[in-house]
C-alpha cells in the first residue's frame, strides 16, 4: 500500500498547495499539508490518534481517559472482522500506516530538534506546516515570517519563495492597522466544549510590521490551558 503515491514535480506541488488553501478549516488543512493531499482511510488514522493520545492532555485525565476508550473502541470494530474473517490485509494497512507515521508525522518540537538536510518533497512539507502554523504575532511582516522559519530551521529557497507558497496557502500577512482578538475559554470536562468565552489579549498592527500588544502577553496566554481562537479584523473592513 503506498500512503502517498503522489511523485514531486512543481506543478504538482504548487496544485497541493492550492488543495489546502481549499480547505474548508484549518484543522483540514494541516491534515492535508501532513498528507500530501490524500485523506487517510480510517485504518491509517489509527496511529495517529494514538499517538496524540501518548501524553496528557490539555482538556484534562477525564477527557483523555474517555478519548482512550473511544480510541479502543473503534480500533476494535475496525480490525476484529478482519481477524474473524482471517483477512490480513487491514492488519497490513495497520503496520504500513504506523511505519509511515513515525517516519513523517512530526511537531513543531522535533522540527527544531532535526538539524539534518531533507530531501526536496519533505522540505516542501515541512515549510507548508510550518507557515500552517503561523501565529497571528507571526505574520505582522515579511521578515516576521522569515524569523519564524529560521528560528525553527525551516528550508527555503528565499523571500519570494515562501511569498509564493503563502499566496498558495492564502496564508495573509495582516495589515497596518488590523486588530487580532484571542479568545480563551475553560474546558468543560463533561462535554469537551468550550465553558465561556473571554477575550484577554489583543494585538494592533502598527507600521514597519510592529503589532502593539494589550492585555495579556503573548507568553501568558500561549501559557494557558484550555480552548483558543481568534479573530482579525481589519481596517479595510471598517471603511
Not at 476508550?69 to 504506523?98: H, I, T
Not at 515562501?162 to 492564502?170: P, S, T
Not at 494589550?214 to 479584523?233: E, F, I, N, P, T
Request: net charge positive.
Amino acid at each position: 500500500m503506498n500512503l502517498n503515491p503522489r511523485k514531486s514535480s512543481k506543478r504538482k506541488r504548487s496544485t497541493l498547495n492550492k488543495l489546502i488553501a481549499s480547505a474548508p478549516t484549518h484543522a483540514t488543512k494541516w491534515e492535508r499539508a501532513l498528507h500530501a493531499g490524500y485523506p487517510p482511510t480510517a485504518i491509517q488514522c489509527l496511529p495517529s490518534e494514538a499517538f496524540g493520545l501518548q501524553k496528557p492532555s490539555a482538556h484534562g485525565v477525564e477527557w483523555q481517559s474517555k478519548a482512550i476508550a473511544q480510541a479502543k473502541q473503534k480500533f476494535a470494530e475496525l480490525l476484529f472482522p478482519a481477524l474473524m474473517n482471517d483477512d490480513p490485509k487491514p492488519f497490513e494497512e495497520l503496520l504500513e500506516a504506523m511505519a509511515y507515521r513515525r517516519k513523517t508525522e512530526v511537531s513543531l518540537d522535533e522540527f527544531i530538534r532535526c538539524q539534518k538536510k531533507h530531501s526536496k518533497k519533505e522540505t516542501g512539507r515541512r515549510l507548508r506546516l510550518a507557515l500552517l502554523n503561523l501565529s497571528p504575532d507571526d505574520l505582522t511582516s515579511i521578515p516576521v515570517v522569515l524569523n519564524f522559519l529560521d528560528s525553527h530551521l525551516i528550508e527555503y529557497s528565499d523571500e519570494s519563495h515562501v511569498r509564493r507558497v503563502m499566496r498558495e496557502l492564502d496564508v495573509e500577512l495582516l495589515k497596518q492597522g488590523d486588530t487580532v482578538y484571542f479568545r480563551f475559554s475553560e474546558i468543560n470536562l463533561p462535554t469537551g466544549e468550550p465553558k465561556k468565552w473571554v477575550c484577554p489579549r489583543k494585538i494592533v498592527v502598527e507600521q514597519n510590521g510592529t503589532a502593539a500588544n494589550y492585555g495579556m502577553s503573548r507568553k501568558d496566554y500561549d501559557g494557558l490551558l484550555g480552548w483558543k481562537a481568534h479573530q482579525v479584523q481589519s481596517i479595510a473592513s471598517d471603511k
